[in-house]
């Protein structure tokens, strides 16, 4: 089992920052995938970015070149830094680790971007 637990969202103006966090716990040596996905208000949950073991990463072409994603592996923890934020980025942000066969999503943490 792996445990996902978000933070670092809020409400921020357009052009603005912010960095979410998501903290794994439980077997996570087994993860070989972590990423952030996305669902805004009336729509699909989306791919934002993710990273492999091998870090290698993929974007969703809506957020190249604002929105980097990172992981520290000594503290099991993956980020997402968005710059440049848009009032289209409003959405619950979803941490999502893949273990095995094994999908796992955090809880959810909110981003309003006000224009």
């Known amino acids: 089992q792996v445990q996902l637990v978000e933070s670092g969202g809020g409400l921020v103006q357009a052009g603005g920052s912010l960095r979410l966090s998501c903290a794994a716990s439980?077997?996570?040596?087994?993860?070989?995938?972590m990423g952030w996905y996305r669902q805004g208000p009336g729509k699909q949950r989306e791919l934002v970015a993710v990273?492999?073991?091998?870090?290698?990463?993929n974007y969703a072409d809506s957020v190249k070149g604002r929105f980097t994603i990172s992981r520290d592996n000594t503290k099991n923890t993956v980020y997402l830094q968005m710059n440049s934020l848009k009032p289209e980025d409003t959405a619950v942000y979803y941490c999502?680790?893949?273990?095995?066969?094994?999908?796992?999503w955090g809880q959810g943490t909110q981003v309003t971007v006000s224009s």
């Open positions: 439980g077997t996570i040596f087994s993860i070989n995938v």
């Open positions: 990273m492999g073991s091998g870090r290698t990463t």
């Open positions: 999502n680790s893949v273990a095995g066969l094994r999908v796992y």
